[in-house]
């Protein structure tokens, strides 16, 4: 009797071992830039946060007395566009973006600016290095595999990240421009805000409402629209700009952004918060316009209310929406905000309504409003890191990449 020979499983032979081998850059979190992005925004919403609050309350660190307008605008800001863009630049094109070690290398740059930036002691042209640097890369990332696609319609894209490295150097190179470049890429955010809005609030509710007319908005409409931002970002960085220009534009651009949105059917998807926070988060757009041309126009609304209406409201009521909708999306799960998710997006409206209200509401003091929007703010990203990390780091349920 002939005994078959054994042939040696795989394993046995290093040699013929065709088993992919598992480190640390295959786990799931960098399999999608959104991943790590997402993850490390929402934890940086809480603690950057929570520590400016500390510092408001008088116990905090010394930190120099733009950072949290920094940080918020160009740190959280800038990995929640990251995330987005890594992302829906590989659905555009059907290539890669940065995965693996590159995208580990690139959160490897984001996390060392904002450790750098809380130093006061770190040299601004470091500073600026990485700060800069950090949208250089995210650009090459976004624009290798449009570029060679000839995804023409996108390279839009790849200027708003331009401009956002121009802002930083200006930001950390020229000191006295600092409260301007914050002001102003804080409006230049609101033309990605648009831009975004336009394009998916339509879709979006039309897909979610069976039998619903949705109107998108016409080209001239939405240009005139994206006009009066960039307008208004560009007079917040003029030295001197005449209050009563800024106000014009600014007066413009909220019924150009106004009426951009009727017909987009926000009043039906009061049922589903993935929706309806979305449609809000644009509505803060106009109001916080108006909010702005109303102050240059010699009404007396402090100066931080518009900015916050801004900032708090359409930026981050528009990111921690998304953030949470694309998380779902891609992570192979229904595209349905759960209890856990509207609580967040409830807690982050009631910080808009606080810090932009807080003294009309009969709030003690200042301080009082802030620490209490501050903590409101922490505790929606805290609900929201706390629901989504491990969606973030797990496989997709389905099997499938991404």
């Known amino acids: 009797m002939h005994l078959k020979e054994k042939t040696p499983a795989q394993g046995d032979n290093p040699r013929m071992n065709t088993t992919p081998t598992r480190n640390f850059f295959s786990a799931p979190v960098w399999a999608l830039g959104f991943r790590p992005f997402f993850l490390l925004a929402g934890l940086f919403a809480v603690v950057a946060m929570l520590l400016w609050g500390f510092v408001l309350a008088g116990h905090g660190p010394m930190l120099e007395p733009f950072w949290h307008g920094h940080e918020m605008l160009f740190g959280y800001t800038g990995a929640v566009i990251a995330g987005f863009l890594l992302t829906a630049a590989a659905n555009w094109t059907g290539r890669a973006t940065l995965v693996g070690a590159s995208l580990a290398a690139i959160v490897l740059v984001w996390v060392a600016a904002r450790i750098v930036v809380a130093l006061p002691a770190a040299p601004d042209g470091l500073k600026a290095a990485l700060c800069a640097g950090f949208f250089v890369f995210l650009a090459l990332g976004v624009g290798r595999p449009i570029v060679a696609t000839g995804k023409r319609r996108n390279y839009g894209i790849l200027a708003v990240l331009g401009v956002y490295a121009a802002l930083e150097l200006v930001y950390w190179l020229a000191p006295s421009m600092r409260l301007h470049v914050l002001e102003a890429v804080l409006l230049f955010i609101m033309v990605m805000v648009a831009i975004i809005g336009g394009r998916v609030l339509p879709a979006f509710t039309r897909n979610a409402t069976p039998g619903l007319r949705v109107r998108p908005g016409g080209l001239w409409r939405d240009r005139t629209a994206m006009a009066s931002l960039v ?28 009426l951009r949105m009727l017909g987009w059917g926000g009043e039906k998807t009061f049922a589903r918060p993935i929706l309806w926070v979305l449609h809000l988060s644009y509505l803060c757009l106009p109001v916080g316009l108006a909010l702005f041309a109303a102050q240059a126009s010699g009404a007396s609304i402090p100066f931080w209310v518009p900015l916050h209406v801004l900032a708090v409201g359409a930026l981050g009521l528009m990111t921690l929406g998304m953030m949470s909708r694309v998380t779902l999306g891609h992570t192979g799960r229904l595209i349905v905000a759960n209890k856990a998710t509207t609580l967040a997006y409830v807690l982050l409206i009631a910080a808009v309504v606080v810090r932009a209200a807080g003294p009309s509401l009969g709030a ?11 903590g409101l703010w922490s505790l929606a990203f805290l609900v929201f890191f706390v629901a989504y990390a491990p969606k973030l780091l797990a496989p997709r349920p389905d099997g499938k990449p991404g």
């Open 231 to 258: 307008g208004l970002a560009i007079l917040a960085l003029i030295p001197q700009t005449p209050s009563w220009l800024f106000a014009a534009v600014a007066a413009f651009g909220a019924v150009a952004h106004g």
């Open 364 to 374: 003690a003091s200042w301080q009082t409003v802030m620490l209490v929007a501050v």
